[in-house]
Nanobody, 123 residues
Framework: QVQLIESGGGLVQAGGSLRLSCAASGRTSSTWAMAWFRQGPGKEREFVSAISRSGSSTWYADSVKGRFTISRDNAKRTVYLQMNSLQPEDTAVYYC????????????????WGQGTQVTVSS
């Protein structure tokens, strides 16, 4: 089992920044590929970003490319999502997910999920 706990969400004005964290614990958690998804009001859960086990490969949704940066610290078993130039359309609950290896953008293919953290961007 892998446990994931997100933190760092909150309320920010458009153009502002937030950094989300996802702390992992449990079996081989430091070596799993990690991803961020988000789900806005009335919307389906969508892929935001992912990072490989080693951190050498990253993937981003087109909507966040150039604004968001994913990183990880395996010693701390934590993955981060630095979000800059936030816009109201980024408002969503952000979820951390993990899998043995990068599984692409379909949330159904990830094995473990955190409880989510709310990000609200005001205009």
């Amino acid at each position: 089992q892998v446990q994931l706990i997100e933190s760092g969400g909150g309320l920010v004005q458009a153009g502002g920044s937030l950094r989300l964290s996802c702390a992992a614990s449990g079996r081989t958690s430091s070596t799993w590929a990690m991803a961020w998804f988000r789900q806005g009001p009335g919307k389906e859960r969508e892929f935001v970003s992912a990072i490989s086990r080693s951190g050498s490969s990253t993937w981003y949704a087109d909507s966040v490319k150039g604004r968001f940066t994913i990183s990880r610290d395996n010693a701390k078993r934590t993955v981060y999502l630095q979000m800059n130039s936030l816009q109201p359309e980024d408002t969503a609950v952000y979820y951390c997910a993990s899998a043995v290896a990068y599984r692409g953008t379909d949330p159904r293919t990830y094995d473990y999920w955190g409880q989510g953290t709310q990000v609200t961007v005001s205009s």
